[in-house]
């Protein structure tokens, strides 16, 4: 099975950096995925990690730690409309043969003045 | 075209109805999936279908009938659902399996 832990909500200040913490347990590890979810749309694809270290793109990076079972979305100059659901989202290879997405609860970000 | 199309935007259906929802893609995508969610959920995968064959199937109840009529569309026909069945459901696409999705808008059902 899998395990997939992200905070269920962080505030932040608009302009500033936030780091949102994704923990995962899972056999058959083939990937991390970072979506983004504003009330009532769907879910927005951010970035994707297969092997450890850092992928940036733009206002945001995505970090992963295989070993660990660990990676983090870093926001940077945060805007108002950044506030959303965040979501963890891994992928694994099935015994059967196929790849599955599983999400984590999200993490909902309010950005405030 | 880089969207997925998701057709109706809501339903509201009885437990008797037979309804269908549909979802296209023209991006090429290989892979195409079935998500439910309910309301602070996160996504719950249904049914994945790779190169047109159904590759996964999440032990989801008979009365969600999946079909791939051909690599750009697929439905999703619905027969004898129960109130909890009413959720968003989300389409989305990926050009394999193994690549990153892309969602439609969703569509929101009610059964009442």
């Known amino acids: 099975g899998q395990n997939i832990d992200q905070p269920t909500e962080m505030t932040a200040t608009e302009g500033a950096i936030v780091q949102i913490n994704c923990t995962y347990q899972?056999?058959?590890?083939?990937?991390l995925f970072w979506y983004q979810q504003h009330a009532g749309e769907a879910p927005t694809f951010l970035s994707y990690?297969?092997?450890?270290g850092l992928e940036e793109k733009g206002r945001f990076s995505s970090f992963l730690s295989r070993s660990k079972g660990y990676s983090y979305l870093l926001l940077k100059e945060l805007q108002m409309k950044d506030s959303a659901s965040y979501l963890c989202?891994?992928?694994?290879?099935?015994?059967?043969?196929?790849?599955?997405?599983?999400f984590g609860t999200g993490t909902q970000l309010k950005v405030e003045l | 075209d880089t969207e997925v199309t998701q057709t109706p935007k809501h339903l509201v259906m009885g437990m008797t109805n037979k309804k269908s929802l549909k979802c296209e893609q023209h991006?090429?995508?290989?892979?195409m999936y079935w998500y439910k969610q309910k309301a602070k959920k996160p996504p719950e995968l249904m049914f994945v279908?790779?190169?047109?064959?159904?590759?996964i199937n999440e032990s989801v109840p008979s009365r969600f009938s999946p079909e791939c009529p051909n690599s750009s569309l697929l439905n999703l026909h619905l027969h004898a659902l129960q109130p909890e069945d009413s959720a968003l459901y989300l389409c989305?696409?990926?050009?394999?399996?193994?690549?990153?999705?892309?969602f439609g808008p969703g569509t929101r059902l009610t059964v009442t």
């Open positions: 991006m090429g995508h290989r892979a």
């Open positions: 899972t056999s058959g590890f083939n990937g």
């Open positions: 989305a696409s990926s050009p394999d399996s193994r690549r990153e999705q892309y």
């Open positions: 989202a891994v992928r694994a290879i099935l015994t059967g043969g196929g790849n599955k997405l599983t």
């Open positions: 990690n297969v092997l450890d």
């Open positions: 279908y790779s190169y047109e064959k159904l590759s």
